[in-house]
């Protein structure tokens, strides 16, 4: 890239050291570079083939193995079979009840309602029986809700900013004075950008009928992006004329006499109390 498009992409060109961008379009040029992206395999992945291949060769050489072993894994592979069958035994026999009950006592009953669920070995069992219908996930594999901590502080009081509203509250209409100050200021900030879009458009399409009519897309985007930055200029000065008229306002109702502050709640703890008493 050019040292002004790479600024405008956040990077610093050095001398010597080109600033580069990879495309997704392969082409080739005498202006561009080409590198080679290698991803090393790690470690564990050799380990967990020669873990492989170590299991295939002890299967193959299951005939060499002593008969006692060779007798224990008969027994074992029984064993897992009759497990199999009496889990689909017990699916069936689910179903079936199920349609049973559906009929005769709506919704229907369910043998072992988590068996098909994600939830642990043992938690696929309990509850036996429940209805057709009711949650019955355990609550420890339900995702847990974050209870929000209770600072003492009202809605909107922060912990830094608790004591300053106490001292900076200047009425009774403070608080909703800035909250309508902050919704007008939104409200402008909304308006002002549907007017600057449409104004950079204007704009550009008057500058396209013109001799200085920008021939590239490169030169478009820049003059879009200029047209864009003197319009938001004079918008952020509104802004902060708004702003300051608006704080203005804000102190000049908070000095008003014969206004008494409202009290703020705050936590009170026991060397406070005994600072304000002496």
Same mark, same amino acid.
């Given at each position: 890239?050019? *040292?002004e498009d790479a600024k405008r992409h956040g990077l610093k060109p050095l001398k010597g050291i080109p600033c580069v961008q990879i495309v997704s379009q392969q082409e080739f040029g005498d202006d561009m570079y080409y590198t080679w992206f290698y991803e090393p395999?790690?470690?564990?992945?050799?380990?967990?083939?020669?873990?492989?291949?170590?299991?295939?060769?002890?299967?193959v050489c299951f005939p060499l193995w002593p008969m006692k072993m060779r007798v224990g894994v008969w027994y074992l592979s029984m064993g897992l079979v009759g497990l199999l069958c009496a889990f689909f035994v017990i699916a069936i026999i689910r179903l079936i009840l199920f349609i049973i009950t559906y009929f005769v006592a709506s919704p229907g009953i369910w043998l072992f309602p988590n068996l098909f669920e994600?939830?642990?070995?043992?938690?696929?069992?309990?509850?036996?029986?429940?209805?057709?219908? *009711?949650?019955?996930?355990p609550k420890a594999n339900k995702p847990k809700k974050k209870k929000k901590k209770n600072t003492g502080l009202l809605p909107g009081e922060t912990a830094t900013g608790g004591a300053a509203a106490a001292t900076a509250a200047g009425g009774a209409n403070g608080a909703q004075a800035k909250q309508q100050a902050q919704q007008a200021v939104q409200s402008l900030l909304q308006q002002k950008m549907q007017q600057v879009a449409l104004k950079v458009k204007q704009r550009k399409e008057e500058i396209m009928k013109t001799d200085k009519a920008p021939s590239n897309e490169k030169e478009e985007k820049e003059l879009e992006k200029s047209l864009f930055t003197e319009e938001m200029a004079s918008v952020k000065k509104e802004l902060e004329d708004l702003k300051a008229d608006l704080t203005k306002g804000q102190t000049t109702g908070?000095?008003?006499?014969g206004q008494q502050q409202q009290p703020v709640k705050r936590n009170v703890t026991l060397e406070d109390a005994n600072e304000d008493a002496d």
């Open positions: 890239m050019e *040292t395999v790690p470690m564990l992945t050799y380990v967990y083939a020669a873990l492989a291949l170590l299991a295939i060769f002890a299967i994600d939830v642990g070995f043992v938690d696929s069992f309990i509850p036996f029986w429940n209805w057709h219908g *009711t949650d019955n996930v908070a000095e008003q006499p």
